[in-house]
């Protein structure tokens, strides 16, 4: 078993729906959870992290965490062509390690 | 201010050379990482440092593969020899970690490696 999985997709969702991104990891420990979005050929830059178990909102990008079923997930809003990406789950392992997923390819169609 | 900044950012050589790539952190960072990514593996973690001290290099690959940070702004990621399963994109990250930073790694642009 990977310590961090996630659907690899593709993800088709139509514009201006909830893009809905899943992740379960395997160490009940883990305390730090993060999205990245990855755009082809560019580098991985952060967009969300979680502590607490629960959502956590920011825009039109919400975090849920559960702790108990060791599952973190990521919705996007109203969702533009402009958030066709990679989306990384990572979760810290020890004091800065990050584990990360094999990311979850996402398009979305106009 | 300048991110993570890495070079270079295509290399090209040929199986058995040995192979340099170069970092440079964001200024004020006391953290840097060194990732590797291909289709088949993700992302993986190669090695980080602290204060310019490698802390975990449990990802290197093999002995092949050396990295150094002589000093807090500049860090290399060394393969020698190299071999075309190295091919890959290279990241190099740096953080800072205070206890406000959210834990936040920026990422460099990455330098892609093909090993013919």
């Known amino acids: 078993q990977k310590e961090v999985e996630q659907n690899s997709g593709p993800l088709s969702v139509p514009e201006g729906a909830i893009a809905s991104l899943n992740c379960t990891y395997s160490d009940r420990g883990s305390q730090s959870f993060f999205w990245y979005r990855q755009y082809s050929g560019k580098s991985p830059e952060l967009i969300m992290s979680i502590y607490s178990n629960g959502d956590k909102e920011d825009g039109r990008f919400t975090a849920q965490l559960n702790k108990a079923s060791q599952y973190v997930s990521l919705l996007i809003r109203d969702s533009q062509p402009s958030d066709s990406a990679t989306y990384l789950c990572?979760?810290?392992?020890?004091?800065?390690?990050?584990?990360f997923g094999q990311g979850t390819r996402l398009t979305i169609n106009p | 201010d300048a991110g993570v900044i890495q070079s270079p950012r295509h290399e090209v050589t040929e199986m058995g050379q040995e192979v340099t790539l170069r970092c440079k952190p964001i200024?004020?960072?006391?953290?840097l990482f060194w990732y590797r990514q291909t289709m088949m593996r993700g992302l993986e973690l190669l090695i980080y440092f602290n204060n310019n001290v490698p802390i975990d290099d449990s990802g290197m690959p093999e002995d092949r593969f050396s990295a150094k940070m002589p000093n807090a702004s500049f860090s290399t990621l060394k393969i020698q020899p190299s071999e075309p399963r190295d091919s890959a994109v290279y990241f190099c990250?740096?953080?800072?970690?205070?206890?406000?930073?959210?834990?936040?790694?920026?990422f460099g642009p990455g330098t892609r490696l093909t090993v013919l």
């Open positions: 990250a740096s953080s800072w970690g205070g206890k406000d930073t959210g834990d936040t790694q920026y």
């Open positions: 200024s004020g960072h006391d953290y």
């Open positions: 990572a979760v810290k392992r020890g004091a800065q390690k990050l584990v």
